[in-house]
């Protein structure tokens, strides 16, 4: 049981570059989140999808698009990396309402 | 919307003594509330919560938070701090009434437990 999965675990773009942030989760979570963490600032939500099929706008969508896979996996993609996109990010899953979320190892993303 | 302030970026604690993390938060209807740690180049692990009945709930690591209403704060406690207590503490807070199982998080704040 890995929990939640990410890859990679650092990353260097050169602004203007593209790549895709992958999560998985083995929890059999029905919902799952991307968070931005940034010093000083917490955790803000980029996008979530509260079920397969579904996903929705967060706190800090732009400039990132996301993918629901399938139940246990969710990508997030920078279209066109920037360097205000330097930061950490975690992928989450949850069970629903009310229960906790769990969080992946991140990913540390710089962009020059 | 909610919101969470966690007032206090730093903490310093001798070992043994105890230890308190305050948060405060602002929802409009009954909040679900959380606390995770996250220690150096780690992801957040999940402390504990509070959902409904005791105010008082216990969790990991001998850790324990008090949901006080009219204060609208829940803070994290512990009785007797170890040195690997520190960490990077975060309250969280979510609205059930809001139709969706986002967290909010605070800006954290950094434990410190000094031999």
Redesign the interface.
Same mark, same amino acid.
Not at chain 1, 96 to 106: A, H, L
């Given at each position: 049981n890995a929990g939640?999965t990410q890859t990679p675990k650092f990353q260097v773009l050169k602004t203007g570059q593209s790549m895709t942030l992958q999560c998985a989760q083995d929890m059999n979570h029905n919902?799952m989140?991307w968070y931005r963490q940034d010093p000083?600032? !917490?955790?803000?939500?980029i996008y /979530?999808s509260?079920s397969e099929g579904t996903t929705?706008k967060?706190e800090v969508p732009n400039g990132y698009n996301v993918s629901r896979l399938n139940k246990r996996e969710f990508s997030l993609r920078l279209e066109s990396a920037a360097p205000s996109q330097t930061s950490v990010y975690?992928c989450?899953s949850?069970g !629903?309402?009310?229960?906790?979320? /769990?969080?992946?190892?991140?990913t540390r993303l710089t962009v020059t | 919307a909610q919101s969470v302030a966690q007032p206090e970026?730093q903490v310093n604690v001798a070992e043994g003594n105890p230890l308190t993390v305050k948060c405060t938060y602002s929802v409009s209807g009954n909040p679900?509330l959380?606390w995770?740690v996250q220690y150096p180049?780690?992801?957040?692990?999940?402390l504990l919560?509070y959902?409904t009945g005791d105010n008082l709930v216990k969790g990991s690591y001998g850790f324990e938070a008090e949901f006080n209403k009219s204060q609208t704060s829940f803070h994290l406690k512990k009785p007797s701090a170890l040195v690997s207590d520190s960490a990077l503490y975060?309250c969280a807070v979510?609205d059930?009434e809001a139709g969706?199982?986002?967290?909010?998080?605070?800006?954290?704040t950094r434990l410190t437990v000094i031999p």
């Open positions: 939640v919902s989140y000083g600032m !917490g955790l803000r939500l /979530y509260a929705d967060g975690f989450a949850s !629903g309402r009310g229960y906790e979320q /769990y969080f992946g190892p991140g | 970026d679900y959380f995770y180049n780690r992801g957040l692990q999940f919560k959902i975060f979510s059930p969706a199982n986002n967290l909010f998080f605070g800006t954290g």
